[in-house]
């Protein structure tokens, strides 16, 4: 293990593994179901309603961030050190910017080219258009500007810079509130995220201007993503030990603490995920921590948890590879067509899951080499503990 650089949670990376699949299982869904459309083949609702079901990949990301997150910073080191936010936010940017950065700037090269393609829109289109509401916001180096200090939601043009960018954009957005919090109490936490609920609650009826405030706050959906990071933190304080422990358990189960996590948890199921619902995604979770468990105890993890170290990677690269490869893989399957349309659908489903993950993984682990791990280590030997 090198210097800096945190110890791997085999289960912790099955789990991502099972998640990225996930994710990448449902973007190549829907790039079948467009290949699908060009030869007048009928999407079949079932293969896409199991598909859909990888979406819930990202809110188990970020019960996994909660999770690690609070075993990493537990709140009685407050009281045995101090509490550095600049070795904090550095550690986290380290792991989280690179990439990001990387992909944001591949993402506007492909928006400025002007490329005619079916996944963008030309973004000179909504740039010559200085009379549209929030028209400076569609500017596109405003758009990778905002992309590059993790506030490009403000930005329309955010699913052009990034795709997928929103769910890293909430993960920051946790990491911080995790940080202002963690000196509280928990009830002070709960507190939080039951007001920042009713806000998100509201900004879905009160406002019909897409460039409002709060309705850039309801799109971005942070309510929902701290759910499932707290998620993460409950289930590791539950089954931890210690001084931590028992000062959870403790403040979980006062009576206040207990109705406004009811409220909350009225809250979830009232508002929409950014996609899908939150009984959906928990029954994800579930299922993806009794396979994690299974692959572990038989010993035949080691693939799934090799995608999980590189999670975050194939997260970005996958969504490359189905812009790059649609048109040449809808043009090779054309010999697929007298399929019935489930033996269709699920053919070009998984041959561009797989080949997004083949092509992606080689280019992850030197990422990860070459990229990633120099930067973390870096950082992690500057600031002292790993994270």
């Excluded at 090269?109 to 393609?117: D, H, M, Q, Y």
């Excluded at 795709?163 to 928990?186: F, H, K, T, V």
């Excluded at 201007?209 to 539950?238: A, H």
């Amino acid at each position: 293990m090198a210097s800096g650089i945190p110890k791997r949670i085999d289960l912790l990376d099955t789990l991502r593994g099972i998640a990225i699949i996930g994710v990448v299982l449902i973007h190549s869904k829907n790039f079948a179901v467009m290949g699908m459309t060009r030869f007048g083949v009928p999407e079949v609702e079932y293969l896409s309603s199991i598909s859909d079901f990888g979406m819930y990949g990202v809110e188990l990301f970020f019960a996994i961030s909660g999770y690690l997150i609070s075993m990493l910073y537990p709140r009685s080191a407050v009281r045995a050190e101090p509490w550095s936010l600049k070795s904090y936010f550095a550690r986290r940017f380290a792991r989280i910017w690179p990439l990001w950065a990387l992909f944001a700037t591949l993402g506007f090269a492909v928006g400025i080219s002007k490329f005619e393609n079916d996944f963008y829109t030309p973004w000179d289109a909504v740039f010559g258009d200085t009379s549209s509401p929030g028209a400076f916001f569609h500017n596109p180096a405003i758009g990778l500007l905002l992309s590059l200090l993790f506030l490009g939601f403000l930005s329309p043009l955010l699913w052009g810079v990034v795709p997928g960018g929103w769910s890293i954009q909430n993960e920051m957005a946790n990491y911080a509130i995790y940080a202002a919090l963690r000196r509280r109490s928990l009830r002070v936490f709960i507190v939080a995220l039951f007001c920042l609920g009713v806000l998100q609650s509201l900004s879905y009826f009160i406002t019909g201007d897409p460039y409002s405030p709060l309705e850039v706050f309801g799109r971005l959906n942070v309510f929902s993503s701290l759910c499932f990071f707290f998620l993460g933190m409950c289930v590791q304080m539950l089954l931890g030990e210690g001084e931590d422990v028992i000062e959870f358990r403790q403040e979980l189960t006062q009576k206040t603490n207990l109705a406004l996590l009811f409220g909350i948890a009225v809250l979830i199921v009232v508002n929409p995920l950014t996609f899908g619902n939150a009984l959906g995604a928990l029954g994800f979770i579930v299922a993806a921590l009794m396979i994690s468990f299974l692959l572990n105890a038989l010993g035949i993890s080691s693939l799934v948890s090799l995608l999980g170290r590189v999670s975050y990677f194939l997260y970005f690269s996958h969504f490359a590879v189905l812009y790059v490869c649609a048109h040449v893989v809808w043009e090779f399957s054309r010999f697929a067509t007298g399929l019935p349309p489930i033996g269709y659908q699920a053919f070009l489903t998984i041959f561009f899951a797989v080949l997004s993950i083949c092509l992606s993984v080689p280019l992850a682990i030197l990422s990860w080499r070459y990229i990633e791990r120099p930067i973390i280590s870096l950082v992690g030997n500057k600031f002292g503990k790993s994270a």
